[in-house]
């Protein structure tokens, strides 16, 4: 039952996504980076990431990988947002007990802030271990 909800409910946000989910583009990057100063008068930023842990209940036979270090069941979901409170990147894809620093690493925000670099431009991190650009 819950799990026919949950589809329906997924399948509504999908369809609203692109209007709350966006990234900058390289010419918003000037009014993106002073949106960002206003609100913590540090340079250069673009954007601030975090991971947080949403409750959930695993099947049996994985109940272990969604174990996270405070011991309860959850997935670690991972946001990254703009100044404006625009989201631009989600990731939901790892289970509780994978470290925030892993899912960075794995998802698609190095390679677009490698492609930044030129811009001088900076994420937030909360609590996570810088990544290295080779």
């Not at 399948?11 to 990057?29: N, Q, T």
């Not at 470290?99 to 996570?128: C, F, G, K, T």
Request: hydrophobic letters at 40%; one cysteine or more.
């Amino acid at each position: 039952m819950f799990s026919n909800v949950l589809a329906r409910v997924l399948s509504a946000l999908l369809k609203h996504m692109h209007s709350y989910i966006v990234s900058p583009h390289v010419e918003d990057l000037p009014t993106v980076k002073s949106d960002c100063y206003a609100l913590g008068h540090i340079p250069n930023i673009i954007g601030a990431i975090d991971g947080t842990h949403v409750t959930l209940v695993p099947r049996r036979r994985s109940e272990q990988v969604y174990r996270n270090r405070k011991s309860y069941h959850s997935m670690n979901v991972q946001m990254l947002c703009l100044a404006d409170q625009y989201i631009s990147n989600v990731n939901v894809k790892f289970p509780g007990s994978v470290r925030d620093a892993y899912i960075l690493r794995n998802s698609s925000i190095p390679y677009v802030m490698w492609q930044l670099q030129r811009h001088r431009v900076w994420l937030l991190v909360e609590d996570m271990d810088p990544i290295q650009y080779e």
